[in-house]
């Protein structure tokens, strides 16, 4: 039996033969067949998270979206590739605020995702209220 902890970003392949997830537990990357078995490491942060995974078109590759150093969730985050088999990870020049839900087009020359700053505010509103009638 496989136990896998904190599986928090996945996608299935193309292929519909592996998933990739990023296993907040231990800071990885990984990929596991659907039909169960070993899981097969990929990728340690040092440090940050994920936030998006998803698989290339093709299959070969794992674009994910990974929090810069000292940045929390919906800091700046850049964009990351790495191939099915493992190695070295590939990182682009685009980085966008909480970079999330990466989307890639069936060409694999387009990215869409959605980009945000997250943050807690208090506001004081004032005078918002209609008049009282006298």
Not at 37 to 43: I, P, R, T, V
């Amino acid at each position: 039996m496989v136990c896998l902890w904190q599986i928090l970003e996945m996608d299935i392949s193309p292929d519909g033969e592996l998933l990739a997830f990023w296993e907040g537990r231990d800071n990885t990357i990984k990929v596991i067949p659907v039909e169960g078995g070993k899981a097969k490491l990929l990728y340690e942060l040092d440090s940050g998270g994920i936030l998006s995974v998803v698989w290339s078109p093709d299959g070969k590759y794992i674009f994910f979206s990974k929090v810069g150093e000292g940045e929390g969730q919906g800091g700046r985050c850049e964009l990351w590739r790495i191939s099915r088999e493992g190695g070295e990870a590939i990182k682009y020049p685009l980085d966008a605020d909480g970079m999330e839900a990466l989307s890639l087009h069936p060409d694999g020359r387009q990215i869409a995702f959605r980009s945000g700053h997250y943050g807690d505010e208090i506001w004081v509103m004032e005078n918002f209220l209609p008049e009282e009638k006298k």
